[in-house]
Nanobody, 116 residues
Framework: QLVESGGGLVQPGGSLRLSCAAS????????MGWFRQAPGKEREGVAR???????WHSDSVKGRSTASRDNAKNTLYLQMNSLKPEDTAMYYC?????????????WGQGTQVTVS
């Protein structure tokens, strides 16, 4: 199971750092990613990262958010800066043992981010 943390209520322009770690086991994830879903909207991909550190970020967060990972700790992070009200959503982390092809086998339960 993946467990996210770090969400909360923040004012516009503020910052949050989300974390995601595996609970109870320590697989060697390959592709890891962040998704978000706002009420009434479809889930959207926010960022993906592979063990080398190579990343992809969506246009909606590019320049404001940065995904990173600690391979030794098998932990994924999302540093979010200059937050906007439209960033309000449930944020989910996902991981897969295989390549980054857009699908993920393992998901967390989500952490709420509210910008207001």
């Amino acid at each position: 199971q993946l467990v996210e943390s770090g969400g909360g209520l923040v004012q516009p322009g503020g910052s949050l750092r989300l974390s995601c770690a595996a609970s109870g086991y320590n697989p060697r994830w390959n592709c890891m990613g962040w998704f978000r879903q706002a009420p009434g909207k479809e889930r959207e991909g926010v960022a993906r990262i592979v063990p080398s550190g190579s990343t992809w970020h969506s246009d909606s967060v590019k320049g404001r958010s940065t995904a990173s990972r600690d391979n030794a700790k098998n932990t994924l992070y999302l540093q979010m800066n200059s937050l906007k009200p439209e960033d309000t959503a449930m944020y989910y982390c996902a991981a897969d043992l295989g390549p980054c092809v857009g699908t993920f086998q393992y998901w967390g339960q989500g952490t709420q981010v509210t910008v207001s």
